[in-house]
């Protein structure tokens, strides 16, 4: 069981960092977003390499911040059944989630974009615009790394939860 809360405690720490830095690049998209209206409002000045940069930024922060999300418990959920019941049944519910929709889901997205990821690595693909951003391949690859993310935050989930099933403590989130 230690090898398990270890393993489960490596995954969070892996996805504590990536959301700190993701923190950062969140920060970095506000700074461009207002940088973009005061251009447009103020010099009545727009560059389509903005406008792109701001939603690579979003689309960045979506992806790879998905399994901090997934780790602090924090995505959107309709939980009224849930947050009534007891530890025990939470961890039933978040064991047969992650074996029936996140494991095979992540899997899903994960081989079924690499070709696509793969085509867009082939021609260098970027902004089809003039003045956008000439490195899109790069962004499209974040959609396989970032739910490979999940999957492996999942993966914890899946194992704190066994843990809580089979009536041991799971690992302190803050311990890792």
Sequence with gaps: MNALRSLAAGIDT???YV?????????LLV???F???VMRYVFQISFVFTQELEWHLFAFIFLVGAGYTLLH?????VDIIYQKLSTKA???INFIGCLLFLFPGCYLIVITSLGFVENSFAVLEGSPD?????LRFILKSMIPFGFALVWLQGISLFIKSLLIITGHDAPDREAA
Excluded: K, L, M, Y
């Excluded at 418990?73 to 959920?77: I, K, L």
């Excluded at 003039?130 to 000439?134: K, R």
């Design 14 to 16: 892996i996805n504590e």
């Design 31 to 33: 700074v461009v977003v």
């Design 73 to 77: 418990d924090s995505h959107v959920r």
């Design 90 to 92: 939470q961890a039933w």
């Design 19 to 27: 959301g700190r830095f993701v923190s950062w690049v969140t920060a």
């Design 130 to 134: 003039p003045g956008g951003i000439p």
């Design 35 to 37: 940088g973009d209206v």
